[in-house]
Structures are given as structure tokens and as C-alpha cells.
């Protein structure tokens, strides 16, 4: 334990020189990293949002939306199909988890259900009274459809945070059906969850000319239409409305870019589909030139302009009553892509910087009383042996804030409780390697044989405890979220660190003054 080989000394001064280099960010102003070679450390410890401030939302995802959307499509393929047998229909629509209708001739029953049953193949037939035919989805397809809209909402919700370039937001899942997501030092929290709850579905309709908005508001509407408002205004301060047709003649979803522009001094939106939606977007405005084309957005006609010619270029432009704010936050939405179901917030919480600053103000207090008390304590117990480990504990509190900086960990106040108790726990390894090398030392031995049966004595004590305590850890990590998570990562660090200087930093320094000083008795 004695002996130490070159390429150890050169593993141990090179480990300190990169953790004093990756460390040394965080002494420096935020404005001055930017300014640094890219070559040099830039990156310093992200500051969780009991730190900093910032906003806390937890969200609901109607999952029953996603189902009810894919029945009425259903129920348009169901139309569709009776209308091409020439199947004789009434009351068709859903009706609570299934799309129900009622033939007009009984004796049509078994062609009718042949014909619906083969829409989809997640679909079964239920048990229907006399000539009432009900097509529901299956368990299985329904689990699967929730599990798949929370997981999609939680992709868009992570694109969107991304797109207004918060720093390290946290965006996980809890529970079946609810996101949780925190952003440390947002400065406008309402413009962030005014992106969230928008569902931003995109789609392009052609306007129903055969009936007028009057007659749709008396509910002479057709099948197949609907009536929709607008951000247009009248003269009478009232929205204007659009009968549409409910068929998506080009959707959203094959939209590939968005980006915010200007024509004729007015913001507007620049949006390009990929080639299948530019194929459809050119057949359509091709065979419907002279007819108002509406974009719809979230269930409002954004816009209804007239197609004028054939836009085969597989781009446009979105026009309307828009500010620059708005024709940013809506390309943003554009190209983050639309939630699959609406978002809900549950609970929201912002915290201030103030609060943050007052507890930062606290951590440096507890950190730094409480390393100066353990330096205090193993100075007077353990004196010369027990400056070494002195050092060796600034050494770890520099190896630690390196390692935080470098995997861009996010700092919470149980983070720095977790460090506290690294303080503490740094020196365990070393009072027991100088309480095993005093005992030797009593017992008669050399200074050279006590150290060096003293660490090995110790060696397997020392890893026993931090193993234990290191597995905890990891399991407060894989089982806990937020706060608990923040703990279980600057102690495991601290854990693996304090190993690093207790058997490797402050043997070296022992055993490089004990070559030097040659001791006849050891000084503790």
C-alpha cells in the first residue's frame, strides 16, 4: 500500500486537473461562458427550479378525445361503406364506446355487418338489438390507443419546451394519463402553457357552398359538414362562421416545416408538406380552383382564401389577424406537431428566484459551516494526517461540482442536502484508515509498516460502507422522481469521489511525506 506506481500518480494529478478545469465555469458569470474557445470547459451546474425559479405544471391528457375521434372516423367509413352497397341506414353515430345504426331493411343485417366488421381490424361486433348493428373497439386496441396518446403527448410536449429553448426542463410521465413538467427559469410562464394547450391540429377543408351559415345555425346542416367559427370579426362584433366539409382534404401531419416570415409587411406563416402531402395538396387546389379552401386550426377557420390556380409547389403561406408573437408561437406549434389529445393542467406552481436565491443562500451557509467543522475536527483529532484529508476533501468538493458540470446534472436543494451529507461522510473513510494506523502505531510498529497495514486493514471496511450506501442510492434513483433523483445523483457522486481522494488522493500525499520526512513516530 505503500508503493506507488508512476502511472498512478500521473491517473491521480491528471483526475484533479480536469475536475479543477471542468469546475472552474461555475466561478464565472453566466454572460462570460459564452465568450469562452470551444475548446476550453464551458458548461456549469444547471440549477434546478427550487433554485432558480421557474414554473411546475402537471397535465392530463384526455385520452377519451383520441377514442372518440377514432370512432366518429369510423363512423365516416361506416357511411361510406353502407352508401357504396346501397344499404339503407338511420340514426348512424357513436354511441358511447361504439358506433351504433339501424338498417332500414332487417334482411340486409348480415351483408351490413360483414361489410363493417372488415373497416378495421381492431374492431369487433357487439351484440346488437333486432335490426341495430354497434361496432366497438377492443380492450386491448383501447389500452393501447391511451398508452399511445400519452407517450405522443409527451414527445410534442418535449418538442414544443424545446422549441422556446428552456434549459434542461424535466418532462416525464405519471401515473396512466398525466405528464409532469418542470422548467427552471422560465420568465413567462404563460406564454409556455398557452403552447401547451394548444392541440395544434392543422387541417384543410373545402367550404360547403350549398348551405349558408344562417341555415347551419337553424340546424339544416348536412351530413358531412359542420359549422365552424373564425378569427375573422363582422359587422356586428360577432365571429364569422364557415360551413365546412368535414373531409380532410390535406392533413397536418404531413407538414415537414414551418418557419415565421412577412408578406406585404404582414406576418404570416411559411408552411412546406412532404410529397405525399404536396401530390395532395396540388390535386386539390387543382380540381377545386374558384372554391374557398378553409384552414382549420383546433376546430377555427384560420383562414378561407380562394383558390385562384394550382399550388403544385407543395408550399403556401397561412394568413390572418396575427401578430409577430403569435406567428412564431404558431410556427413553433407547426412544427413541434399536434397533440394527439388535449392537454389539461391540473396543478401549477411558480416559483420565484427570490425564493430560489434564499435557498441557495442557505445551502452555501450549511455547506460551508459544515466543511469547516470537519476541517476543524480532523485537523485538532488526527493533525498533520488530518490536513491531508483537509485537502483532500476541497479536492472532492471540486471533483464533484466537475462531474455535476460535465453530465449537465440538474442542481436541486435535495441535491445540496445530498452534498452536505457527502462532506461528512468524505472523511468516514479516512478516520477509519488513521484509527486503524493509530492502533497499529500503538501496537509497536514502524510508521511505514502502521500505514501501511492500517489501509490495508481499512480497505475492505471503507468499501463495504460506501457500496451499501452506493446501492441505495441507486435504488432512490430508479424508484423516486424529482427531488429524490436529484438527492440519489450528487450523492452517488459524492460517494464515488470521496473513494477516489480518501484511498487514492490522501494516501498519496501521506506516503510522498513519508518518503520526504522519513518519521521515526507517526504524528497522530
Known amino acids: 500500500m505503500i508503493y506507488f506506481a508512476k502511472w498512478k500518480i500521473i491517473l491521480i494529478l491528471v483526475v484533479c486537473f480536469f475536475g479543477f478545469a471542468f469546475a472552474s465555469p461555475n466561478l464565472l458569470r453566466e454572460g462570460t461562458l459564452d465568450g469562452l474557445p470551444d475548446w476550453l470547459p464551458h458548461k456549469s451546474i444547471n440549477l434546478g427550479l427550487d433554485l432558480q425559479g421557474g414554473s411546475h405544471l402537471l397535465l392530463e391528457v384526455e385520452v377519451d378525445a383520441v377514442i372518440k375521434e377514432r370512432l366518429e372516423s369510423?363512423?365516416?367509413s361506416v357511411r361510406v361503406t353502407l352508401r357504396t352497397a346501397r344499404i339503407g341506414y338511420k340514426n348512424l353515430g357513436v354511441d358511447g364506446q361504439a358506433v351504433a345504426f339501424t338498417l332500414v331493411d332487417p334482411e340486409t343485417l348480415p351483408q351490413a355487418r360483414e361489410l363493417v366488421g372488415g373497416l378495421d381490424a381492431d374492431t369487433v361486433?357487439?351484440?346488437?338489438?333486432g335490426d341495430v348493428v354497434r361496432l366497438t373497439y377492443t380492450e386491448q386496441a383501447l389500452k393501447e390507443r391511451r398508452q399511445h396518446a400519452v407517450e405522443q403527448s409527451i414527445e410534442i410536449v418535449r418538442r414544443r419546451i424545446d422549441e422556446t429553448g428552456t434549459r434542461e426542463p424535466t418532462i416525464q410521465r405519471q401515473g396512466t394519463d398525466r405528464i409532469l413538467v418542470q422548467l427552471p427559469g422560465v420568465k413567462d410562464p404563460e406564454r409556455i402553457k398557452k403552447l401547451l394547450g394548444k392541440t395544434a391540429k392543422l387541417n384543410f377543408h373545402l367550404v360547403d357552398l350549398t348551405t349558408t351559415v344562417e341555415e347551419a345555425r337553424e340546424g339544416r346542416i348536412p351530413p358531412g359538414s359542420a359549422l365552424l367559427p373564425s378569427d375573422?370579426?363582422?359587422?356586428?362584433?360577432?365571429p364569422v362562421h364557415y360551413v365546412i366539409r368535414k373531409r380532410i382534404m390535406v392533413s397536418g401531419d404531413t407538414l415537414v416545416d414551418a418557419q415565421p416570415t412577412f408578406e406585404d409587411a404582414r406576418p404570416v406563416v411559411f408552411f412546406k408538406f412532404d410529397s405525399v402531402g404536396g401530390r395532395r395538396f396540388g390535386e386539390v387546389t387543382k380540381n377545386n380552383i374558384g372554391k374557398p379552401f378553409a384552414i382549420v386550426l383546433d376546430g377555427k377557420v384560420i383562414s378561407a382564401p380562394v383558390i385562384r390556380s394550382a399550388i403544385l409547389g407543395g408550399s403556401g403561406i397561412i394568413t390572418g389577424r396575427f401578430s409577430v408573437q403569435e406567428v412564431q408561437d404558431l410556427a413553433l406549434?407547426?412544427?413541434?406537431?399536434a397533440l394527439p389529445a388535449p392537454l389539461t393542467i391540473l396543478e401549477?406552481?411558480?416559483?420565484?428566484?427570490?425564493l430560489g436565491a434564499d435557498s441557495i443562500r442557505a445551502g452555501e451557509i450549511a455547506c460551508v459551516l459544515g466543511m469547516i467543522l470537519v476541517v476543524v475536527f480532523m485537523a485538532v483529532i488526527y493533525g498533520r494526517f488530518g490536513i491531508m484529508a483537509d485537502l483532500a476533501l476541497i479536492v472532492n468538493m471540486v471533483l464533484i461540482a466537475a462531474a455535476l458540470s460535465l453530465l449537465q446534472a440538474t442542481l436541486t436543494l435535495?441535491?445540496?442536502?445530498?452534498?452536505?451529507?457527502?462532506?461528512?461522510?468524505?472523511?468516514?473513510?479516512?478516520?477509519?484508515?488513521?484509527?486503524?494506523?493509530?492502533?497499529?502505531?500503538?501496537?509497536?510498529?514502524?510508521?511505514?509498516?502502521?500505514?501501511?497495514?492500517?489501509?490495508?486493514?481499512?480497505?475492505?471496511?471503507?468499501?463495504?460502507?460506501?457500496l451499501t450506501t452506493f446501492i441505495a442510492a441507486v435504488l432512490l434513483f430508479l424508484f423516486g422522481s424529482g427531488p429524490i433523483k436529484g438527492f440519489a445523483v450528487t450523492l452517488s457522486i459524492g460517494l464515488i469521489t470521496s473513494m477516489f481522494t480518501a484511498i487514492m488522493v490522501t494516501r498519496l500525499l501521506m506516503v510522498t511525506w513519508l518518503r520526504r520526512a522519513k518519521p521515526s513516530t507517526l504524528p497522530i
Do not use: C, H, K, W
Not at 406549434?333 to 406537431?337: K, Q, S
Not at 401549477?348 to 427570490?354: H, I, L
Not at 481499512?458 to 463495504?464: F, K, N, P, S, V
Open 125 to 129: 361486433l357487439a351484440e346488437g338489438t
Open 232 to 238: 375573422e370579426v363582422g359587422p356586428d362584433g360577432q
Open 74 to 76: 369510423l363512423v365516416d
Open 333 to 337: 406549434l407547426l412544427r413541434a406537431g
Open 348 to 354: 401549477e406552481r411558480t416559483v420565484g428566484p427570490g
Open 414 to 466: 435535495p441535491g445540496i442536502a445530498g452534498i452536505v451529507l457527502t462532506i461528512g461522510m468524505a472523511v468516514d473513510a479516512n478516520v477509519l484508515i488513521f484509527e486503524r494506523i493509530r492502533e497499529e502505531s500503538r501496537a509497536g510498529r514502524t510508521p511505514i509498516s502502521a500505514i501501511d497495514s492500517g489501509y490495508r486493514r481499512a480497505l475492505t471496511t471503507i468499501i463495504d460502507s460506501n
